[in-house]
């Protein structure tokens, strides 16, 4: 079975001490690829270190995360150029943060309003970072006509309405491990009500690692527990799960060499 992290953060340095060993398990589990997330500039030269070294096998997202507000904003064609590199595949994570950040935040829609216009320059999708925030992240993703470029809203903590709102917006819904944890039976029925065609799957690593391996370091191939949640739900095997959401990565991202021609 072949499953793709859509997002995680292999640039972090929690695997500063074995991020080859990591990247060696992933292939041993027969990953088929991963999306590596960065979030501002000190980010970005080792996304594309990461990338290059490991060519149609990593690739690579950046923007200005939307906790941050008081890094350096760069503007649509500084934003639309690094999109355009090679592998480099979207631009993101992106959107808005009204957990960390307490209003006003203009700054914030503003932010994310410039990364959509530099997604469009570039041609590229947009990985939206929305928490506490789902439902106004969405009305500027359709504001903006953001499908017409692809969009997937990454860890999805929402509601059943909004999330069927992304998909009828032309975007994709992502789940990471928090859709094994205990007590998140609503975001369970908001997956059930989804269809397989408008998912993609995701660690989120380092963080939240699912359940049964919840506290430790989270890594990319444990993409495959939240996949076997997700069949349960879908009442499909775990086979026709990851052939769907690989199929669903590669379509958005447009990712070469991964599905047979």
């Known amino acids: 079975m072949q499953f793709i992290d859509s997002h995680s953060h292999l640039n972090s340095s929690a695997f500063d001490e074995d991020r080859d060993a990591v990247i060696g398990r992933m292939k041993a589990a027969g990953m088929a690829a991963a999306l590596v997330i960065g979030c501002e500039d000190d980010e970005l030269g080792q996304v594309e270190s990461l990338i290059s070294a490991h060519p149609g096998f990593l690739f690579g997202a950046w923007a200005l995360h939307p906790e941050f507000p008081d890094k350096r ?8 150029e690094i999109a355009s590199r090679p592998g480099m595949v979207a631009v993101g994570e992106t959107g808005l943060d009204f957990y960390w950040c307490k209003e006003p935040l203009d700054w ?22 929305a928490r506490d925030s789902e439902r106004e992240a969405l009305e500027i993703l359709r504001e903006t006509k953001a499908g017409d470029m692809g969009f997937v809203m990454h860890c999805f903590c929402g509601d059943r309405e909004t999330a069927l709102g992304v998909v009828d917006a032309g975007g ?11 007590r ?26 699912p359940v049964p ?6 890594e990319p191939q444990y993409v495959e527990y939240v996949a076997a949640l997700l069949a349960e739900l879908k009442g499909v095997d775990k086979q026709t799960v990851a052939e769907e959401t690989t199929r669903n990565a590669v379509r958005l991202f447009q990712l070469p060499g991964i599905l047979p021609a």
């Open 172 to 182: 994709t819904v992502s789940f990471t491990g928090n859709l094994t944890f205990k």
């Open 108 to 129: 914030q829609r503003d932010r994310f309003r410039r990364h959509i216009a530099a997604a469009r320059k570039a041609g590229r999708p947009i990985i939206v970072h």
């Open 184 to 209: 998140n039976d609503a975001l369970r029925e908001v997956a059930r009500a989804l269809p397989l065609s408008r998912l993609l799957l995701e660690t989120d690593c380092p963080y939240m690692a």
């Open 73 to 80: 904003e760069p503007d649509v064609d500084e934003i639309a």
């Open 213 to 218: 391996l919840r506290g430790k370091r989270c």
